[in-house]
């Protein structure tokens, strides 16, 4: 990730959004900008790094901290904002004296070289020959979006867009169902989807003006390709007679060569074992840059295997949780660091009450890249722990998916699986 630091150039082209000016104003204005997500380890590994400099210098300079997943649609604008800026679609992305440093591998590397002290007193010196007053990013900001403004633009630039309700078990079976058939789709993006009960007075006037254009009152309110769909039992109607597939795959984006919107270069898949898989699928759903997953059994005797024959013993497969990722996005590590906090990889074939090769503490991978992140994580996962790493650690093979009464069980049972979500996960629903 060794990004070369980027200034933030006062000339760059005009942008009247909200984001762009909330960007300027804030790297012109602070020595250190960090641009984080509250649960994303490089962003707390960035923090901590920074934290500690700061602490050896006798004046430290302002340090302004901006936690994107707590902003809503503007966190989502001002990092797609700064991705346009300094090429750098991922958090954290800190910015010292005016100039984009990187991320957390950046900042890491400074630290452990020594030069993150320097950088970090030389900052309000060099943010004043980077923004002089005559120079200076104006300070006034444009009124934020309406909540129609925001509701109309989300219609009108997302093929899927799900206004939902967090605890509403309507939601939770549309949100789900809308997962099922997606993904099968190429060119799809996944669905925008507004949590309005967590979105303070904002939520509540997006679902007024949802009223006042709809005439539906209630959640899920759902639209497809700029089509007003409907609820729950609407987008289950589609399914039964066979027609959600056929609108979702016509809500597919037409992308040229001139207009391309940033896509992943490449997804990758993983395979974890860590016991019952239910708790172990929600704790991955939550996690920004996982696309799908999938529960299923890998690694035994046989290519398909059904639950009661895993019972038994007798398969060799193990319980596993297939998960599709972005890696531009996350991290084997970050997954890895997931898997782990679910699980003892110390303990032989025993989860808690769930014994049997079934339940073993498994990775399997697909790449050699994998594979090397995989090692590391050994020699590093040995020095904290006093017993023998039992993981059992191979090439995936035979996997197949469980079924469908398994598949998101946690979810349909009304525990959430909105990225980001830091919810207790009760692992028998």
């Not at 987008?235 to 984006?253: C, F, S």
């Not at 079934?358 to 991978?365: G, H, M, N, P, V």
Request: charged share 20%; proline share 6%; net charge negative.
């Amino acid at each position: 990730m060794g990004n070369v630091p980027r200034k933030a150039r006062a000339d760059t082209p005009a942008d009247n959004s909200n984001a762009a000016k909330v960007v300027h104003n804030a790297i012109s204005k602070y020595p250190v900008v960090i641009y984080s997500k509250t649960y994303c380890p490089y962003c707390r590994s960035a923090k901590s790094n920074i934290n500690a400099a700061l602490s050896k210098i006798e004046d430290p300079p302002q340090v302004k901290i901006y936690e994107l997943d707590k902003m809503g649609v503007l966190g989502i604008q001002v990092q797609d904002y700064l991705a346009q800026l300094t090429g750098r679609r991922t958090v954290p992305n800190v910015f010292i004296g005016g100039k984009s440093i990187g991320g957390g591998d950046e900042t890491a590397g400074y630290a452990s070289r020594g030069v993150l002290v320097q950088m970090l007193t030389q900052a309000p010196q060099q943010l004043a020959d980077q923004f002089p007053p005559q120079t200076a990013v104006p300070t006034a900001v444009t009124s934020p979006p309406s909540a129609e403004q925001i509701a109309q633009d989300a219609i009108d630039n997302n093929p899927v867009v799900v206004f939902s309700k967090s605890y509403c078990p309507f939601c939770v079976r549309a949100k789900g169902l809308l997962a099922e058939r997606m993904p099968a789709i190429d060119g799809l993006p996944e669905p925008k989807i507004f949590e309005m009960d967590r979105m303070g007075s904002e939520g509540a006037a997006i679902q007024q003006y949802l009223l006042q254009k709809t005439g539906q009152r209630t959640v899920p309110n759902i639209f497809i390709a700029q089509e007003h769909i409907g609820g729950c039992d609407d987008v289950y109607g589609l399914d039964a007679r066979g027609e959600l597939v056929a609108k979702l795959t016509a809500a597919v984006p037409n992308t040229t060569a001139e207009d391309e919107q940033p896509v992943a270069s490449e997804t990758k898949e993983i395979v974890f074992g860590a016991g019952c898989f239910w708790g172990v699928e929600l704790a991955f759903q939550r996690v920004a840059g996982v696309i799908s997953t999938e529960v299923g059994y890998s690694n035994g005797k046989m290519e398909r295997i059904t639950y009661d024959a895993i019972c038994t013993g007798a398969t060799g497969a193990a319980e596993v949780v297939r998960v599709l990722y972005d890696p531009s996005v996350v991290y084997v590590g970050d997954l890895l660091r997931v898997w782990e906090s679910r699980h003892d990889p110390t303990s032989l074939n025993k989860q808690g009450n769930d014994t049997g090769t079934q339940y073993r503490s498994a990775i399997y991978y697909n790449d050699e890249d994998q594979a090397e992140e995989i090692r590391q994580w050994i020699a590093e996962a040995a020095t904290r722990h006093s017993k023998e790493i039992v993981t059992d650690i191979a090439p995936v093979k035979n996997y197949c998916a469980a079924e469908e009464y398994h598949q998101r069980y946690l979810e349909k049972k009304g525990q959430d699986a909105q990225k980001g979500s830091t919810a207790y996960i009760r692992c028998y629903g």
